[in-house]
């Protein structure tokens, strides 16, 4: 079975850390790699995408070790707005299940004031 | 495009009652997902099609659910009989087919159901 497996938290963090979180996958063949937010009781939106080289969204930064099979996502400057849940998403691009999206069961961050 | 859109948003019914819940994809999208969402086991792929055609409903809980696409701006699934263990929430969601292209998923608002 294909998983994608992260730290369910909760991560508590004060306004202004930095915090960090990690997801490993399973399926060495996944190609495509995001990450989504989602908060109470909405959809999930895409966050950003994960590069090879790694990339960087203001406050965000992503990246990918293949060789690992990990992804990770640091918050800087943390916000409470910030206040979510984030669900690692792999996206497998070869073989019968081409296109699927596999989530994780996210990692709850709360930033408190 | 109004994005994702899911009805109803929420359905209330009684055990053994068939449920039908309704999604029309974003104009353009080549893949359509259904998912379930509870507390204890996280967001889980259902069914997903590309081009209409169902290509992996292993996630599909038991006989009592089945799914369909009539065609590319419509899809529904269906629970008969519905059970307590059913309460969720159920996302559809679209994407298009892309290697360099921006090909996340677009989520609807959800479906609440639950069923007493």
């Known amino acids: 079975r294909k998983e994608v497996e992260q730290d369910p938290g909760p991560f508590n963090v004060p306004e202004g850390a930095t915090v960090a979180f990690n997801c490993t996958y399973s399926?060495?063949?996944?190609?495509?790699f995001f990450w989504y937010r989602q908060d109470c009781r909405k959809e999930p939106k895409l966050l950003m995408s994960?590069?090879?080289s790694g990339n960087e969204d203001g406050r965000f930064t992503a990246q990918l070790n293949r060789a690992s099979q990990y992804i990770s996502l640091l918050i800087r400057d943390s916000k409470l707005s910030d206040s979510a849940t984030y669900l690692c998403?792999?996206?497998?691009?070869?073989?019968?299940?081409?296109?699927?999206?596999?989530f994780g069961k996210g990692t709850k961050l709360s930033v408190k004031p | 495009d109004a994005g994702v859109i899911q009805s109803p948003r929420h359905e209330v019914t009684e055990m053994g009652q068939e449920v039908t819940l309704r999604c029309k994809p974003i104009?353009?999208?080549?893949?359509l997902f259904w998912y379930r969402q509870t507390m204890m086991r996280g967001l889980e792929l259902l069914i997903y099609?590309?081009?209409?055609?169902?290509?992996?409903d292993s996630g599909m809980p038991e006989d009592r659910f089945s799914a369909k696409m009539p065609n590319a701006s419509f899809s529904t699934l269906k629970i008969q009989p519905s059970e307590p263990r059913d309460s969720a929430v159920y996302f559809c969601?679209?994407?298009?087919?892309?290697?360099?292209?921006?090909?996340?998923?677009?989520f609807g608002q959800g479906t609440r159901l639950t069923v007493v």
């Open positions: 969601a679209s994407s298009k087919t892309g290697v360099w292209t921006n090909t996340e998923a677009f």
């Open positions: 399926n060495s063949a996944s190609q495509s």
């Open positions: 994960v590069y090879s």
């Open positions: 998403v792999v996206k497998e691009e070869h073989g019968g299940s081409q296109g699927n999206l596999i």
């Open positions: 104009s353009g999208h080549d893949y």
């Open positions: 099609f590309n081009n209409n055609v169902p290509i992996d």
